[in-house]
């Protein structure tokens, strides 16, 4: 029997068509993963979800949590069905292809927005910050959308005509410069959490700290080290030459899977702490509010500890004026208050709309002040130190 003899072209060819091949089946295990991944998240908080988002009035925050908890699952949907479908011809895995890269494009702007807005809330009184902040969001999504433009002809599917051969899936080569479209994602969320952490910096640099701020630091680092990772892979993984690194890093979405669920669990347990403390949920991200002193949870539900220093009703005997009648002066006094979650009521100061001259009284007396209702109440402790008579 005759044995047929391959040129040495030709064997080159079959074994860089078997290497492609077995690359293409480690994206598919890996972009399996990745749905596994996003649909236990999601058995895992759905009554989170349910609780804290389906009876809450709409609101942009609401509505980006809902596109981002359902956006990848579709996405990576179609992702398995260009990965496990049989008898796909050129065109369909060409309109699957782009179509889900697409889809990715439009979910990973999402969950940049969420975080857009998660800082906006927290300056909300800072329109500079506010502006830098939409203002790179907007410019890397043009980006990479230009970029994704540039690119279009490097996803286009590739026909493999082989006697005997039977590929249930799309094919397509690793394009060299499909990298350049994780990199102002990857810049994008430096500058966020950069802006996320600043506030933090601040209060420590005086000497001071906010457990809300740590908390919020604390969330956002954790984030940012997920996204951080998965788009260093998705980037160094497109840049290298070894196929059985480049077309996972590509073809896996694992960069969408991976943030998808990250910033659900910070969106559900931003509402859950603002659960806790009855209040709503943007207050609680304005560190405006408490943002900048000292508080804990108090020992009821609702109730915080918050330490402030501010000058109180007690007068105390200075000196007689000329008639002969006795001048007060408004001493610094510790004295306990009782508030609701989130209202502050707090001594009126000298220069206000609704600031009334204190009496004057013969002798010393001190301004009493209990709870206005019994609901959970917030405990503002003032340390204060009493300044000496002349």
Same mark, same amino acid.
């Given at each position: 029997m005759a044995?047929?003899?391959? *040129?040495?072209?030709?064997?080159?060819?079959l074994n860089e068509l078997v290497r492609s091949l077995d690359a293409l089946e480690r994206a598919r295990y890996l972009s399996i993963a990745c749905t596994c991944v996003l649909a236990y998240d999601f058995m895992l908080t759905f009554g989170d979800e349910v609780r804290y988002f389906w009876n809450s009035p709409w609101s942009l925050s609401r509505g980006l949590f809902f596109l981002n908890r359902y956006i990848p699952p579709c996405v990576m949907a179609v992702c398995l069905v260009a990965f496990l479908a049989p008898g796909l011809?050129?065109?369909?895995?060409? $309109? @699957? +292809?782009?179509?889900?890269?697409?889809?990715?494009? @439009?979910? +990973?702007?999402? #969950?940049?927005? +969420?975080?857009? %807005?998660?800082i906006c809330l927290v300056y909300a009184r800072n329109r500079l910050v506010q502006s830098l902040v939409v203002g790179s969001f907007v410019v890397c999504s043009i980006i990479t959308v230009t970029l994704f433009g540039t690119l279009w002809h490097d996803l286009d599917?590739?026909? #493999?005509?082989?006697?005997?051969? $039977? /590929?249930? *899936?799309?094919?397509?080569?690793?394009?060299?410069?499909?990298?350049?479209l994780y990199v102002p994602n990857l810049v994008l969320h430096t500058i966020l959490y950069l802006a996320t952490t600043v506030p933090v910096l601040?209060?420590?640099? +005086?000497?001071?700290? *906010?457990?809300?701020?740590?908390?919020?630091?604390r969330d956002g680092g954790i984030f940012y080290f997920v996204v951080f990772a998965s788009a260093l892979f998705s980037t160094l993984g497109a840049l290298s030459s070894d196929m059985y690194i480049s077309v996972p890093a590509i073809y896996s979405d694992l960069l969408l899977a991976l943030s998808a669920a990250s910033i659900s669990r910070?969106?559900?347990? /931003?509402?859950?702490?603002?659960?806790?403390? *009855?209040?709503?949920?943007?207050? %609680? %991200?304005?560190?405006?509010?408490l943002g900048r002193v000292n508080w804990k949870p108090g020992r009821r539900e609702g109730e915080l500890i918050v330490e402030v220093e501010a000058v109180e009703d007690e007068l105390e005997l200075k000196s007689v004026d000329d008639d002969g009648e006795p001048i007060y002066n408004r001493a610094r006094t510790p004295v306990l208050h009782t508030t609701r979650v989130g209202v502050l009521n707090h001594p009126v100061y000298p220069g206000t709309r609704d600031y009334k001259a204190p009496p004057r009284l013969p002798k010393k007396s001190k301004a009493s002040h209990s709870a206005a209702s019994d609901r959970p109440a917030m405990l503002v402790r003032q340390s204060i130190n009493r300044r000496p008579l002349p």
């Open positions: 044995t047929a003899t391959l *040129s040495p072209d030709i064997l080159n060819e011809s050129v065109q369909r895995c060409s $309109k @699957l +292809i782009h179509g889900n890269f697409l889809a990715t494009i @439009l979910a +990973i702007a999402v #969950i940049q927005a +969420i975080i857009v %807005l998660r599917p590739i026909a #493999i005509d082989v006697p005997g051969l $039977k /590929i249930n *899936s799309c094919t397509t080569p690793p394009s060299r410069e499909i990298w350049k601040k209060l420590r640099a +005086i000497g001071k700290q *906010s457990q809300l701020l740590n908390r919020l630091a910070l969106m559900l347990g /931003i509402r859950s702490l603002a659960a806790r403390l *009855s209040v709503a949920p943007d207050w %609680l %991200l304005n560190n405006t509010e």
